[in-house]
């Protein structure tokens, strides 16, 4: 039976450019990175403070090439945060695409985008 998820696979156009987006602006770490020297490379990254689950950025032209039956969208991901307040201010000084803070039922929550256009999710649950 399942009872943890462990990795989040998302296909990315630039292994590089996603990583700097995701360390350097959202504040993840690199948690593993991996190179077989014949283009399967990818990398594992994870929130700074630590976490069960990580997201693995994968090349997507290579994995399309392999496997041309994958659906290479983008997940649809919200992340939780104690302190939306400062990380909607800290990505918007880092100039990182951010919606609007709305007020749910559950939750206050804002989207961001990576530098390739791809949206995510961040709430404030209540």
């Known amino acids: 039976m399942i009872n943890q998820v462990g990795q989040i ?3 990315v156009d630039d292994l590089d450019k996603a990583r ?3 360390t350097e602006k959202a504040g993840f770490r690199v948690a593993n990175e991996e190179n077989n020297g014949e283009g399967m490379r990818w990398i594992e990254i994870a929130p700074a403070g630590g ?3 990580t997201i693995v ?3 997507k032209a290579f994995v399309a090439k392999m496997s041309p039956e994958l659906n290479l969208g983008t997940p649809s991901l919200m992340f939780f945060t104690s302190e939306l ?3 909607y201010a800290d990505y918007k000084s880092k100039e990182v695409t951010v919606g609007e803070l709305v ?3 559950f939750g206050r929550v804002f ?3 990576d530098d390739e256009g791809n949206y995510f999710a961040v709430m404030e649950k209540k």
């Open 9 to 11: 696979m998302v296909y």
């Open 20 to 22: 700097n987006f995701w």
């Open 51 to 53: 976490a069960e689950t």
């Open 57 to 59: 950025l994968h090349d």
């Open 85 to 87: 307040d400062k990380l």
């Open 103 to 105: 007020e749910l039922p």
């Open 111 to 113: 989207n961001f985008a």
